[in-house]
């Protein structure tokens, strides 16, 4: 049914990241597709703001916890390695996200999302801009 699913992951927010995660593993097996986690660091202004303070070594610093975040989350996840990747992006989340699934492919994209509230109505701003966007179908879980 899939061949490529994009899971978005927040590294530090392991609740949504593990649901996410468990349903794109669930689906990745009964369809034998690959899984590519990615994580997007945003870029505010305060940080291009603070570009002369250091915002290349920010940056870096950041991509690397990033990345061992991300390692760690794919040891411990219950598929074949050659199905598993990841990826690490900036700038917006929606953005990058949307570009991602198109790059790869992905026909499905697995996004966890938080309970909504007043000012997000139905969905988490990133998790709705998603499913605005994309052009391949969107897993949207709690």
Do not use: W
Not at 66 to 89: F, H, N, R, V
Not at 116 to 135: C, D, F, M, Q
Request: overall charge negative; charged content about 20%; glycine content about 4%.
């Amino acid at each position: 049914m899939y061949k490529s699913i994009l899971v978005p992951v927040d590294i530090l927010a392991e609740g949504l990241t593990s649901s996410a995660i468990s349903h794109a593993v669930f689906l990745a097996k009964l369809s034998n597709a690959t899984v590519r986690l990615c994580h997007v660091l945003p870029i505010s202004s305060a940080i291009i703001n603070s570009y002369a303070m250091g915002y290349a070594e920010l940056k870096d610093r950041a991509s690397v916890k990033a990345e061992e975040e991300l390692k760690k989350l794919i040891a411990g996840i219950d598929l074949p390695e050659d199905q598993l990747s990841y990826s690490i992006a900036f700038g917006s989340p929606r953005d990058e996200i949307v570009s991602m699934a198109d790059e790869v492919d992905a026909d499905l994209i697995v996004i966890a999302s938080r309970r909504p509230n007043i000012t997000t109505h139905l969905l988490g701003s990133n998790a709705s801009g998603i499913v605005r966007y994309a052009k391949s179908s969107v897993l949207v879980v709690r």
